[in-house]
């Protein structure tokens, strides 16, 4: 069984800065792309950021030089440092990860129950 685990989200004002942290725990014999998603209300879930395995990164258009994802492998764990915050970066952050499970060449994708972030004055 694999987790994926949110942290960090929260109410910042336009402008602000928040950093997401997700951590996978469970059956994991190695971790590939990871990414963070986000959803807001009426909207599809899209992708804001991934990284793969080697540290290449890709961003959405709309948060190039804002929003900054890493990963640290020692610890399962992917972050997403949010900078110059703006209301519609409103909605609910998930990380998503593209695991192997030991025992297996079979890689799943896993999802994280999600973190709000709200920006607001």
């Known amino acids: 069984q694999v987790q994926l685990v949110e942290s960090g989200g929260g109410l910042v004002q336009p402008g602000g800065s928040l950093r997401l942290s997700c951590a996978a725990s469970?059956?994991?014999?190695?971790?590939?792309?990871m990414g963070w998603y986000r959803q807001a209300p009426g909207n599809q879930r899209e992708l804001v950021a991934a990284?793969?395995?080697?540290?290449?990164?890709n961003y959405a258009d709309s948060v190039k030089g804002r929003f900054t994802i890493s990963r640290d492998n020692r610890k399962n764990t992917v972050y997403l440092g949010m900078n110059s915050l703006k209301p519609e970066d409103t909605a609910v952050y998930y990380c998503?990860?593209?695991?192997?499970?030991?025992?297996?060449?079979?890689?799943?994708?896993?999802w994280g129950q999600g973190t709000q972030v709200t920006v607001s004055s």
């Open positions: 990284i793969t395995i080697d540290g290449s990164t």
């Open positions: 469970g059956s994991i014999f190695s971790i590939y792309d």
């Open positions: 998503n990860a593209d695991i192997q499970t030991p025992g297996t060449w079979v890689r799943g994708t896993y």
